[in-house]
């Protein structure tokens, strides 16, 4: 099956033609964010870090912030740096270079003030624009389309129908080459027994069930009760009692398919089929991590209702909860409450998820997209010691 | 009458599709809408919220989707409301060492 995309010069393929503003330290946030503001097709990926960071700390964000510049979904790049932080903005510009020819720096101790270095960044920003409307789209193989799923402020529904049809796109995508990515890996505590049926190999069953026990150990070191969060008032609220209830409705979203691969967060997927990736179950950290694995799309479960969006990947929003579909109507993609008060089947569902994702990886924009919701954030692991 | 929804047979708990009210008679259907038995509800129940259709006492594994999802923290008759004032978890207690 072949789907129409923008071929990257590293092979790669994205569904979207942005231009990534990049700042490297908190403190060009705002410099960042008014480049990005002047060119419709721009997108500042702001961030509170980049300075006073160590170690793996360090080491992640840089990763992660290289990771959002070699997006599919982003056609160039203009990183901007300060010029006395620790992600050296030198450094990160010739990350990106190598893999997305189109890239440009600005280092405002170089370059001067706020407005000398806004006026020079939308200069830039608006020269990649002009590039970019030239460009066309070509036929791939959909074995080119990796899609993240995920799901956030979940409720009773998100289980019983949301998570379980975006499980039948899974098995669907999968059995046609393309790439999925999981992760949320708190959300999988209680669901071990699932996630080894799953797997194709006992390293990556291992690797999956270290992790949990990873965070279920630093729960109980940091002498906290791990239910003060998992599952959130919200989730109580909507009638979800325990992080194994949680967890069992989550898992739902990988389907029949087979787990090929587990990856650590700031990871690319590269086999086809489903692939885990070690991130939080908070859904900013979560889409972070799906992005940086090489999503093009996230396909995000929602009983409660959220409406983020996120910066280098379109989000298609689904529910299954009645009420909040009629309540947020315009933060979502897909209704699925038939399927809780109705005849519609689970298998009708992921039909319907999976026509949605070749919409939007064809061009149609999400609702979140289209209520500017393009949100960022990195995954800061470490505390700031200094 | 209600209707909840049992995930799998070994499943102790349904969940109810709307609200229900003690007293109400909630019949319980299985994932293909056939029915499996008449419960009557001894609490006022959510929509999406739990109703135990077994008897079960403290300490007794609270069985959705044909796993564990935690264990009753004290006796529960069949027709009253599980949720965190009867069902715990046992994963990530820091609290407890």
């Known amino acids: 099956m072949n789907i129409k995309m923008y071929r990257r010069e590293n092979g790669s393929y994205g569904v979207r033609n942005r231009i990534a503003v990049i700042p490297t330290v908190a403190c060009v946030s705002h410099v960042a964010q008014l480049i990005a503001s002047a060119v419709e097709i721009a997108d500042a990926y702001t961030h509170p870090y980049g300075c006073d960071q160590l170690g793996y700390d360090k080491e992640l964000s840089s990763k992660c912030l290289a990771k959002m510049g070699i997006h599919p979904n982003n056609g160039a790049v203009l990183v901007v740096g300060l010029g006395c932080e620790e992600i050296l903005p030198h450094d990160l510009y010739e990350a990106i270079k190598s893999q997305q020819p189109n890239t440009e720096l600005l280092v405002m101790q170089e370059v001067g003030g706020t407005e000398k270095t806004v006026g020079i960044g939308r200069e830039i920003c608006r020269k990649f624009a002009v590039q970019l409307e030239s460009q066309q789209k070509v036929e791939t193989d959909i074995a080119n389309l990796t899609v993240g799923v995920e799901c956030g402020g979940s409720d009773f529904t998100s289980g019983i129908a949301s998570n379980p049809a975006v499980g039948v796109f899974t098995e669907k995508l999968t059995a046609l080459g393309g790439k999925v990515v999981f992760g949320e890996t708190t959300e999988l505590m209680g669901a071990e027994d699932i996630i080894k049926e799953h797997c194709t190999s006992e390293e990556i069953y291992d690797f999956i069930v270290g992790k949990i026990k990873k965070v279920e150990d630093t729960a109980i070191d940091m002498k906290v009760d791990l239910r003060g969060t998992q599952p959130s008032p919200g989730n109580i609220e909507g009638g979800l009692s325990t992080i194994e209830e949680k967890s069992l409705g989550g898992v739902c979203k990988i389907g029949r398919a087979l787990i090929v691969a587990a990856l650590e967060f700031g990871d690319t997927a590269t086999k086809s089929g489903v692939s885990f990736v070690d991130t939080p179950g908070n859904d900013m950290a979560c889409s972070l991590g799906l992005s940086a694995a090489g999503s093009q799309i996230i396909i995000f479960t929602t009983g409660r209702g959220t409406p983020m969006g996120f910066a280098a990947a379109p989000v298609i929003k689904v529910t299954a909860n009645s009420k909040i579909a009629q309540l947020m109507r315009e933060n979502f993609d897909i209704d699925l409450s038939d399927i809780v008060e109705g005849d519609t089947s689970i298998a009708a569902g992921g039909e319907a998820i999976f026509n949605q994702v070749l919409a939007v990886a064809e061009g149609e924009l999400t609702a979140a997209e289209k209520l500017g919701h393009r949100e960022f954030s990195l995954y800061r692991v470490s505390p700031i010691l200094t | ?97």
């Open chain 2, 1 to 97: 009458m209600k209707k909840a929804l049992l995930l799998s047979e070994k499943d102790n708990t349904a969940t109810v599709l709307e609200d229900v009210t003690i007293g109400d008679d909630v019949e319980i259907k299985d994932a293909n809408k056939a029915a499996v038995c008449m419960i009557r509800a001894l609490n006022d129940i959510n929509r999406g919220h739990k109703i135990a259709i077994k008897n079960l006492q403290a300490d007794d594994e609270i069985i959705k989707y044909n796993h564990t999802i935690g264990t009753a923290t004290q006796g529960i008759s069949a027709g009253q409301l599980v949720h965190i004032h009867n069902l715990a978890s046992r994963r990530g207690r820091g609290d407890l060492r």
